[in-house]
């Protein structure tokens, strides 16, 4: 995965080249050809506005769209300033031919006069399923002048209702194997048309066909709570088949579908027997179509896979696999027929329900290798992430390689599992000692940074065998970066890129705590997290899987549990609701924070309007736990900063920070109420939420100390930035988050759930720089302190403890400040998705510069600044069809400049506002180039307080 910076930009950033002409304070800055210091030009005449980047349901070309009217999208490429579409016609054919013809079958909008470029519902004729879908789109741009057609895309179409699921699940009679190889062969007959593949299997499949692997996804489907959502892929198999005999060849391992323990475990449990369902529709071009589907006349076998486990790791035995086995001509006499299953329960669901797939996404090799004895050395890849490994060996035939994954080494050179859970996992590979072997992990990943090789010789000899190479595959998901940021100060680039590994370490099929002692979906992530995340990758697909997951975990009572999907429950007692480790408010609170979120970032109303009755049972549930409008349950302020190890919040009563959340969630579920029209019901929770409010300041309050709770960080910056603070005592409540900081020496002490409302509460009112402070040292825990002890990715505590995970990205929530403060690139409730862009850098006077760029659902926007002395230098690009705000640091309209020229002259851009030494400013789409002189005292920074949380 190629993740790079704009280096022209920050070349440009770097070198300073610039030159500042005194007396008239203009800034010259030569930027992709243009020189700024003349009017900008207006749009080339003949440049019309063209759509680029089509997606349907929110994916470029599509398998197994299985929503009956599938959301198209787009993005415009158009060269100057305030470029608008004004209209879109929609083509959707059942061939590319077709199109070409500029003719759609299946629909034609016809002009339609908007501007709307997102999430525009197919509105054409029923659609076919197991069929390539193809469609193209225009525009007209502000002139009114339609642009070229833009190139054509497609999708693949599921199964788009049960009834058309005609094979059955199968498996084989041994239920205890750990793995099952499963084949079929069938006739394909010359003129195959289209080919196409839908199938899942149970807990992991790989998939063959033809002897030839099938798809570059590892670890499919993503993980679901079985009973209630099986996931099933599709598959364009056509350039696959050839006529004559064909087989598909299916392997199966637990996933999180069985886990049997044996070795390390988290917990141990089934949804049944691995087994499969698959069905392939071969159309001809005569229009004949056969259905092959999975039957009991299929054959099956255990795997060569002996062991196979989430937890534990992988043993694959070389001698137990059966070459040829997913090709034609194959003696399968001695396997057995297969038999037919009921299957696990859960609703088999297409893209609809699917994350994006999880991939190699980059390969390491090992930066030093130390032997520790004869037989064991340990590897060490230089980087902690989620890896499988791919080795290549020789030997005698049932020689051993053991490969053991951990994050730290021990004194003794040996590699230490403590921060993995320190129970045993490894891969093991045994070889068939026919030459060179090559052995790639199929269903066993593990956070690591080091790999300790343990090789052993086979009974009848003591030869030992040779490793030729070891590699560490990097996996996740294939989630597309969207965000580039980088600034002046190389603590804060460190920390990002720290950061980022532990996130791209936990992006899954799920957004998983850690990727080898639990690799658990904890829910707190998803909204405390969910900024950070949406602006470095396009995860919107995963949260809208992450919704689904929590709803097929909502237990009967309404209550949302810490964890989804739902696989174990922790703690001592499994049914008691008030069991923190089940039912945690800041937790299971994500069930209506994640929509608002996914509302800000992609203007996507669905999962408000898909979830509400649910949530409005989670909120009736806590509502049958609150006593007098509070509630104290939950874990609370997980890993804050106390006198203990970390754990159990120590600083913050968890009363507090659990009904501060049931404050906002009223507060959302009104909001969510009355955008769906149900306006006594926005009457009601907006009702509620003031009861808890007053409440929260009844109880919470101290009117001696002017703080909340204890005095903590945390509790004094939830109550900020939730509103829950009257605004006659918002000033004394600040004082004190400020005056702790400083007291401590500009440290932290909030943790999991605090820490974001500390970052917010610091920004939205001015005191950034106390952010810069708190983050730019290395001698207190704390981000600088984990790199400072070596860490390359972010660890589960602050102080980077050996005992905790050393790759968590829970407390990773500073990437929003980088982006949304720093950057000042941040999205405006009144206009979502990007559509209308406030851009609002935090002008710290310790950084030089900063650089930040995110590619909205909408298109590219950057947020570039430099200082030169008391002159701010500004470059934004906002993509068309969009506009923004920009807040310009300065008291004077003289002082600034835009595009070289003073802003009066500038046709481009309108003053529309003044704020506490800003000047305000509305663009439409294009490159600007803003300068501004500036005081540089801290008192020159506004005083704001945003609530976009």
């Not at 070795?263 to 092959?292: C, M, N, T, W």
């Not at 080494?409 to 068939?432: P, Q």
């Not at 439409?924 to 945003?946: A, M, W």
Request: proline share 6%.
């Amino acid at each position: 995965m190629k993740e790079t910076v704009d280096h022209t930009i920050c070349l440009y950033l770097r070198s300073g080249i610039s030159q500042i002409i005194t007396g008239v304070g203009l800034l010259l800055v030569t930027f992709s050809g243009q020189t700024f210091g003349q009017k900008p030009p207006g749009p080339d005449p003949r440049e019309c506005l063209r759509p680029i980047d089509l997606k349907c349901e929110n994916d470029r070309e599509p398998m197994g769209v299985d929503v009956l009217c599938p959301r198209l999208s787009w993005n415009l490429k158009g060269n100057g300033y305030n470029r608008r579409q004004t209209a879109y016609r929609i083509l959707v054919s059942t061939s590319a031919e077709l199109l070409e013809q500029d003719k759609g079958d299946l629909w034609d909008s016809g002009r339609i006069a908007s501007d709307q470029m997102i999430g525009i519902e197919y509105a054409g004729k029923p659609l076919p399923s197991s069929t390539r879908i193809f469609w193209k789109v225009r525009v007209w741009d502000e002139k009114g002048r339609p642009g070229p057609w833009s190139p054509i895309a497609s999708w693949v179409t599921g199964l788009l209702s049960d009834s058309e699921w005609k094979a059955k699940w199968i498996g084989i009679s041994n239920a205890n194997a750990a793995t099952v190889l499963l084949r079929n062969e069938f006739a394909v007959w010359p003129g195959v048309k289209l080919a196409i593949l839908h199938v899942s299997g149970l807990g992991q499949f790989e998939l063959m066909l033809n002897g030839r692997r099938v798809g570059e996804a590892i670890l499919m489907p993503g993980w679901t709570k079985y009973d209630q959502t099986c996931l099933y892929e599709t598959f364009d198999v056509t350039d696959l088949l050839t006529p004559g005999t064909n087989v598909i060849g299916l392997l199966l391992g637990g996933g999180f579908y069985r886990i049997t323990g044996g070795r390390y475990a988290k917990f141990k449990g089934s949804f049944g027997p691995l087994q499969a369902i698959v069905q392939l529709h071969i159309r001809y071009a005569d229009g004949h179509e056969d259905v092959i589907c999975s039957t009991e006349n299929w054959k099956g076998c255990p795997g060569p896979i002996t062991f196979s486990c989430v937890y534990g790791g992988e043993d694959y035995d070389a001698r137990l696999y059966p070459r040829g086995w997913d090709k034609p001509g194959y003696d399968d006499s001695a396997w057995k027929q297969a038999v037919t299953y009921l299957g696990p329960g859960g609703k088999l669901r297409g893209h609809s329900a699917s994350a994006p797939p999880i991939k190699v996404v980059e390969i390491f090799r090992p930066v030093a290798v130390k032997y520790i004895q004869t037989n064991v050395a340990v590897y060490d890849f230089g980087q902690n992430a989620s890896i499988m490994v791919r080795l290549v060996c020789e030997g005698p035939p049932g020689s051993k390689i053991r490969m053991i994954p951990a994050e730290l080494v021990s004194t003794n050179g040996f590699v230490d599992r403590t921060s993995c859970g320190r129970g045993k996992a490894w891969w093991e590979y045994t070889l068939r000692g026919e030459g060179r072997e090559t052995y790639t992990a199929k269903f066993f990943y593990h956070g690591a940074r080091y790999v300790q090789v343990e090789r052993y010789s086979a009974p009848e000899t003591s030869e030992l065998p040779t490793v030729v190479s070891l590699d560490a595959l990097v996996v996740h998901s294939a989630a597309e970066p969207v965000g580039d940021f980088a600034c002046s100060n190389e603590l804060f680039n460190r920390i990002r890129q720290l950061v980022r590994w532990a996130q791209r370490s936990n992006m899954m099929s799920v957004f998983t705590d850690c990727p080898h002692r639990e690799k658990l979906g904890w829910l707190e992530q998803y909204h405390l997290n969910g900024p950070a995340l949406r602006y470095e990758f396009d995860v919107d697909r995963i949260f809208v899987k992450g919704m689904n997951d929590m709803k097929d975990s909502q237990l009967t009572n309404g209550m949302v549990p810490t964890i989804a999907p739902e696989y174990v429950v922790f703690g001592k007692d499994k049914t008691d609701f008030s069991n923190p480790f089940r039912n945690s408010v800041e937790w299971g609170s994500a069930f209506i924070i994640v929509p608002w979120q996914q509302y800000l970032f992609s203007g996507d109303m669905s999962l408000l309007q898909d979830y509400f009755s649910a949530m409005e049972r989670y909120m009736d549930f806590l509502h049958s736990q609150a006593t007098n409008y509070i509630l104290d349950f939950g874990l609370g302020d997980w890993y804050d900063l106390g006198p203990n190890p970390p754990g159990y919040a120590q600083l913050t009563p968890r009363s507090l920070t659990a009904t501060a959340f049931y404050y906002y969630n009223a507060q959302l579920m009104a909001q969510y109420a009355k955008v769906l029209g149900q306006k006594a019901k926005a009457r009601a929770y907006s009702q509620l939420g003031e009861k808890i409010k007053r409440a929260f300041n009844k109880e919470f309050f101290d009117p001696t100390n002017k703080w909340y709770g204890t005095g903590s960080q945390t509790a004094q910056a939830i109550s900020l930035v939730f509103g829950l603070c009257p605004p006659a005592q918002r000033t004394h409540v600040f004082q004190s988050l400020t005056n702790d900081i400083v007291r401590r020496g500009f440290a932290n002490t909030a943790g999991d759930i605090g820490y974001r409302f500390m970052l917010r509460a610091l920004a939205d009112n001015g005191a950034s720089h106390l952010v810069y402070l708190i983050n730019n040292q290395t001698n207190k825990p704390g981000y600088g302190y984990q790199l400072a002890l070596g860490a390359t990715s972010l660890t589960e505590a602050w102080d980077a403890r050996p005992t905790s995970s050393q790759n968590h990205f829970m407390l990773g929530q500073i990437i929003e400040w980088f982006y949304h403060d720093l950057a000042g690139i941040q999205p405006d409730p009144i206009e979502p998705g990007f559509k209308r862009v406030i851009i609002r850098p935090n002008f710290l006077a310790d950084l030089d510069w900063v650089y930040g760029r995110y590619k909205s659902v909408r298109g590219e926007i950057v947020s570039a600044w430099q200082r030169f002395g008391d002159t701010i230098s500004m470059l934004v690009k906002i993509p068309p069809n969009t506009s923004a705000v920009v807040w310009v640091p300065s008291r004077s309209i003289d002082d600034v400049t835009i595009c070289g020229v003073h802003p009066k002259e500038n046709l481009e851009a309108k003053l529309v506002g003044k704020n506490r030494g800003y000047l305000i400013f509305k663009i439409g789409s294009g490159e600007y180039h803003f300068t501004s002189r500036i005081d540089n005292s801290p008192s020159s920074v506004p005083c704001l307080n945003q609530g976009t949380i």
